[in-house]
C-alpha cells in the first residue's frame, strides 16, 4: 500500500469534486432533503476547477493517493475569524478510502504544510452530529475550542458546528 500527497491545481478539479461529491454522499445524505441534497451533490462534484483556479494565490489544496487513485482531499489557508492563523476549510475522503491510513497521512501533510507556512495555530469546523470526523480530529490531535456556531448550507435549515483547533509546539 502506497500512499502519497501532492497539491492540487485547477486541473484535478474533477478528481477533488469526484471525492467531495462521493464523501457527502455517504456522510450527509441524513442531514437534507433529497432534491437539495442532490444539488449540492452536483456543485461540490463541479466547482473545484474554478474554485482551485480563482484561489490559488491565497489556498492550497493537497490531494492524497492510495496505489495511485486519488481518494483524499484537504484545503486550506488564512483564517478569516482568526487572524495570524490557518483554517482547514475542507477535509474529505472517498469512502473507498475509509480506514485505509490515507487520512492521517493527509492530515499529516496538511498539518506538516501549514506549520511551514508560517502558522503557529490551525482550526477547522465539523458538524456536530458526525461522531466519525469528531473522533479523526481529536485523533489528529486537535481539541474542541468550546465554540459552537450554526451555518446554513442554503437548505435553510442551519446545523451546529464544533470548532476544533490545534496549536503547533514553539
Known sequence: MSIKTYPASPADGDTVGEI??????????????????????????????????????????????????PLAFSYFGPSPEHPGSAEIFGFYGHPDG???????????????????????????????????????????GFTESGTVRTHDYGDGNPLPQVEYELRFPA
Do not use: C
Not at 442531514?31 to 473545484?48: I, P
Not at 497521512?105 to 465539523?126: C, K, S, Y
Open 98 to 140: 475509509w480506514g485505509s491510513g490515507i487520512a492521517s497521512a493527509l492530515m499529516t501533510a496538511t498539518l506538516d504544510r501549514i506549520r511551514a507556512d508560517g502558522f503557529g495555530h490551525v482550526h477547522l469546523w465539523t458538524l456536530r452530529d458526525t461522531p466519525q470526523s469528531r473522533r479523526f480530529y481529536t485523533k489528529s
Open 20 to 69: 467531495h461529491a462521493e464523501s457527502w454522499k455517504a456522510a450527509y445524505a441524513r442531514f437534507y432533503s433529497g432534491q437539495f441534497f442532490e444539488e449540492a451533490v452536483h456543485d461540490r462534484r463541479t466547482k473545484w476547477a474554478r474554485k482551485l483556479a480563482e484561489e490559488q494565490d491565497t489556498n492550497t489544496a493537497l490531494l492524497a493517493t492510495l496505489d495511485g487513485r
